[in-house]
């Protein structure tokens, strides 16, 4: 007696008769070029004595015109590696503004532009897969192009390149001695800004740059030194002496420590004589803390008190207010003293986080 056949075997055989009936009636891809064999160049880009060739290609275009566009884009994008200006439809300088950016992203366009005005598309090549999906047919397009450049043009876009590197070279060392100059008359914060402003102009640079400065002849030399320079000029700009009286003096001091500054806390010392001293030391800054403290009720087993914070950051130099802020704050505690320190390091940690944020943006803007 015959045992009958599995449901799960049968429904298998028949999945793979349809597929093997699909693959059967599937037409195979029809491939069409525009030569009988691909051309040379393909493989690698001819050399001449008076043009420069670049080849660019794309696969799977929808239109021949769609897949040669995108061919000599990355043709010219190719060109503009070896010539050392990077082209992109996507290129962006980021910039402080919208319409900053897109001026900048308009000028490395033109100046591409005029960069590629010789070039021309010396030949190309594509081939023309058609598949056939339902009643119709899509095809699909696998474009190459040859690009050639006039080797005299090439050079002197190279020539015209390495002349702007070098003028932005010298300029970033100028910037730097500037620097050099302001700390020497103690100036730090105009001094880091310049620092900075050198590190900035040598960053595009190709590290063999020439700089025309005898003791930073290249911009890496400079780029080392700028750095240096405005990591030392930091560390000295942030200092500061904490007039203020000692039960608040360790809170603004800590809040100060958080953003990377050093406070001397002089004992007994006024405005005038923190002013003097931070001169004769070359400290850049004096903080001077006026605080006063109110007691308060009854908080269920605890006491509450009040405290309130005057706080000016001067220019050592000048003597002049360059930030201020004023913070009130409320503690509890056990005790009336123990409430009052409490509404003391809060205010204090505030202004000092307020007058310590003041600076540092001072310091990022210059003077």
Same mark, same amino acid.
Request: glycine share 8%; with cysteine; net charge positive.
């Given at each position: 007696? @015959?045992?009958?056949?599995?449901?799960?075997?049968?429904?298998?055989?028949?999945?793979?008769?349809?597929?093997? &009936?699909?693959?059967?009636?599937?037409?195979?891809? $029809?491939?069409?070029?525009?030569?009988?064999?691909?051309? !040379?160049?393909?493989? /690698?880009?001819?050399?001449?004595?008076?043009?420069?060739?670049?080849?660019?290609?794309?696969?799977?275009?929808?239109?021949?015109?769609?897949?040669?566009?995108?061919?000599?884009?990355? &043709?010219? +994008?190719?060109?503009?590696?070896?010539?050392?200006?990077? $082209? +992109?439809?996507?290129?962006? #300088?980021?910039?402080?503004?919208?319409?900053?950016?897109?001026?900048? @992203?308009?000028?490395? @366009?033109?100046?591409?532009?005029?960069?590629?005005?010789?070039?021309?598309?010396?030949?190309?090549?594509?081939?023309?897969?058609?598949?056939?999906?339902?009643?119709?047919?899509?095809?699909?397009?696998?474009?190459?192009?040859?690009? /050639?450049?006039?080797?005299?043009?090439?050079?002197?876009?190279?020539?015209?390149?390495?002349?702007?590197?070098?003028?932005?070279?010298? =300029?970033?060392?100028?910037?730097?001695?500037?620097?050099?100059?302001?700390?020497?008359?103690?100036?730090? $914060?105009?001094?880091?800004? @310049?620092?900075? #402003?050198?590190?900035?102009?040598? %960053?595009?640079?190709?590290? !063999?740059?020439?700089?025309? #400065?005898?003791?930073?002849?290249?911009?890496?030399?400079?780029?080392?030194?700028?750095?240096?320079?405005?990591?030392?000029?930091?560390?000295?700009?942030?200092?500061?002496?904490?007039?203020?009286?000692?039960?608040?003096?360790?809170?603004?001091?800590? =809040?100060?420590?958080?953003?990377?500054?050093?406070?001397?806390?002089?004992?007994?010392?006024?405005?005038?004589?923190?002013?003097?001293?931070?001169?004769?030391?070359?400290?850049?800054?004096?903080?001077?803390?006026?605080?006063?403290?109110?007691?308060?009720?009854?908080?269920?087993?605890?006491?509450?008190?009040?405290? !309130?914070?005057?706080?000016?950051?001067? #220019?050592?130099?000048?003597?002049?207010?360059? !930030?201020?802020?004023? %913070?009130?704050?409320?503690?509890?505690?056990?005790?009336?003293?123990?409430?009052?320190?409490?509404?003391?390091?809060?205010?204090?940690?505030?202004?000092?986080?307020?007058?310590?944020?003041?600076?540092?943006?001072?310091?990022?803007?210059?003077?």
């Amino acid at each position: 007696m @015959r045992r009958p056949g599995s449901p799960v075997r049968g429904r298998v055989l028949a999945a793979a008769g349809l597929a093997l &009936a699909a693959c059967a009636s599937e037409k195979p891809a $029809i491939k069409t070029s525009s030569s009988p064999r691909p051309p !040379a160049w393909m493989a /690698k880009a001819p050399a001449s004595g008076e043009s420069l060739y670049f080849t660019g290609g794309k696969e799977g275009a929808g239109s021949l015109d769609e897949g040669k566009a995108s061919a000599v884009e990355s &043709a010219r +994008s190719q060109a503009a590696q070896y010539i050392g200006v990077e $082209i +992109s439809a996507e290129h962006r #300088d980021v910039m402080s503004t919208e319409e900053a950016e897109n001026m900048a @992203r308009d000028t490395v @366009r033109s100046r591409a532009n005029a960069m590629l005005r010789s070039a021309e598309v010396a030949d190309v090549y594509y081939e023309k897969i058609s598949r056939e999906v339902g009643a119709g047919t899509v095809d699909r397009y696998d474009v190459w192009v040859l690009l /050639k450049l006039p080797r005299a043009e090439v050079e002197k876009e190279r020539q015209r390149q390495a002349q702007e590197a070098q003028q932005a070279a010298a =300029a970033a060392a100028a910037r730097f001695r500037e620097g050099r100059a302001l700390e020497a008359q103690g100036d730090l $914060i105009g001094a880091l800004v @310049r620092y900075r #402003d050198a590190l900035a102009k040598t %960053k595009d640079l190709a590290g !063999a740059t020439p700089t025309g #400065d005898r003791e930073l002849a290249t911009a890496s030399a400079l780029a080392q030194k700028a750095q240096d320079a405005a990591t030392a000029a930091r560390s000295k700009a942030r200092r500061a002496i904490v007039v203020a009286p000692d039960w608040v003096a360790g809170a603004v001091a800590q =809040a100060l420590a958080r953003q990377g500054f050093t406070a001397q806390m002089p004992a007994g010392a006024g405005e005038s004589a923190a002013l003097a001293q931070a001169k004769a030391q070359g400290t850049p800054w004096v903080i001077v803390v006026h605080a006063t403290t109110t007691p308060g009720g009854k908080v269920f087993a605890q006491v509450a008190a009040t405290a !309130a914070l005057d706080v000016r950051a001067l #220019d050592a130099r000048s003597g002049a207010v360059v !930030a201020s802020t004023q %913070k009130q704050a409320k503690g509890v505690g056990r005790t009336p003293e123990a409430a009052q320190q409490a509404a003391v390091s809060e205010a204090g940690l505030g202004a000092g986080n307020e007058v310590a944020a003041a600076l540092v943006a001072k310091e990022n803007a210059g003077p």
